[in-house]
């Protein structure tokens, strides 16, 4: 007579590879979306808001400047993550990187006088377009 004592390792393998495969996907790409009073992007457990009144500048960079990882992952063309600035290591100040493609250019927006983020899509036309439309809304000074 045969006793089943595997069931516990096999449905504890089968869940393993859901989470596994749940956290892939909330990772896989960024979630962003737009509304009237502000811009939210999400890839996983990151996430950050900004409204447009908050927004200092909005600009386009081919490149991410070097900095240390806080904490993120890397994985083929996707950087994502938080991370500190090499020159700013005596502050604690946080630049958040939500990169599909590191290859292509970024959005580097600026809010709250100091927080930088830097973004892109998968599709640099995608790209364009939030950069297009992130411009738009920067608030203009009196004079």
Known sequence: ME??????????????????????VLHF???????????RVVSGFYYQKIKYSELDSVIMEERIPPMERLNG???LEKEKGVFREFKDSL??????????????S????????????FVNLKDSLETDQ?????????PVEPN
């Open 73 to 75: 992952f890397s994985a």
């Open 3 to 24: 006793k089943n004592r595997g069931w516990f390792w096999n449905v504890l393998a089968i869940i393993t590879v859901i989470i596994c495969l749940f956290t892939f």
């Open 130 to 138: 939030l950069f297009q439309l992130l411009s738009s809304k920067i």
């Open 29 to 39: 790409k960024n979630w962003t979306s737009t509304d009237s009073e502000g811009f």
């Open 106 to 117: 970024k959005i580097k927006l600026v809010h709250h006088d100091s927080i930088k983020l």
């Open 91 to 104: 502050t604690d100040k946080k630049v958040y990187v939500f990169a599909d493609n590191i290859e292509h």
